[in-house]
């Protein structure tokens, strides 16, 4: 079964609202989550390391006050795109990994994002 | 980020024939992984390569890693329909953030 469960799968908003997607580690305790944003056809891009009861840190060039990350247990990370606008529009993926060295990372099924 | 680059960005092959993708990357790491990616789905870990080794082998999957070079492969033998997506590789940091940077990725097409 999948260790990391990601809500919603597609949700469809208006610009100037707010989402939030929501990553859950089901398996083991996550003190790290990971944000990732993915173009069609594209990479993963690394926006923020998710930090369990403190802040996360953000790759450089992501906004902190459009991409809110809160990860408040160490089984729950949710991702707000605040204010979002048609640029928004992505595909966002979470993934969370044993804060070990040498392990692999297990990933959400992905939120599909359209913003119109 | 992105860590570096895949290549090729894109593979056509006949069933059965064997397929190669690679990666290069630009800073230190602890380990290198490679993911499968299906359209629109998130991604499933296939195998992982410390810096200390150089070659690894699951199933029809072999990766080698040439940490001079700071490059890896990724071979698929004997290849089916059924391994079309796209794959990636990533990096981990050599720092303790645990976070993984992510190659270009190839977009491999399998006809049967």
């Known amino acids: 079964g999948a260790v990391v469960s990601q809500h919603p799968s597609r949700v469809i908003c208006k610009s100037g609202t707010s989402v939030k997607i929501e990553c859950r580690s089901l398996?083991?305790?996550?003190?790290?989550m990971f944000w990732y944003r993915q173009f069609p056809k594209k990479s993963l891009m690394l926006m923020a390391t998710s930090n369990e009861g403190s802040k996360a840190t953000y790759e450089q060039g992501v906004e902190k006050d459009k991409f809110l990350i809160n990860h408040a247990s160490l089984t729950l990370s949710t991702l707000t795109v605040t204010s979002a606008h048609p640029e928004d529009s992505s595909f966002y993926i979470c993934?969370?990994?044993?804060?070990?060295?040498?392990?692999?990372?297990?990933f959400g099924q992905g939120t599909r994002l359209t913003v119109v | 980020s992105q860590q570096g680059e895949e290549d090729p960005q894109a593979l056509s092959i006949q069933e059965g024939e064997n397929a190669t993708m690679n990666c290069s990357y630009k800073t230190s790491i602890n380990n290198l992984q490679w993911y499968r990616q299906n359209s629109g789905r998130g991604l499933v870990h296939l195998i992982l390569i410390r810096s200390n080794e150089r070659e690894k082998h699951s199933g029809r999957l072999r990766v080698t890693l040439d940490t001079s070079k700071k490059s890896s492969s990724l071979l698929i033998t004997a290849s089916r329909a059924a391994d079309t997506a796209s794959y990636f590789c990533?990096?981990?940091?050599?720092?303790?953030?645990?976070?993984?940077?992510f190659g270009s990725g190839t977009r491999l097409l399998v006809r049967p």
């Open positions: 398996d083991f305790q996550a003190t790290t």
């Open positions: 990533a990096t981990g940091a050599m720092d303790s953030s645990y976070k993984l940077i």
């Open positions: 993934s969370a990994r044993r804060p070990t060295l040498n392990t692999e990372a297990f």
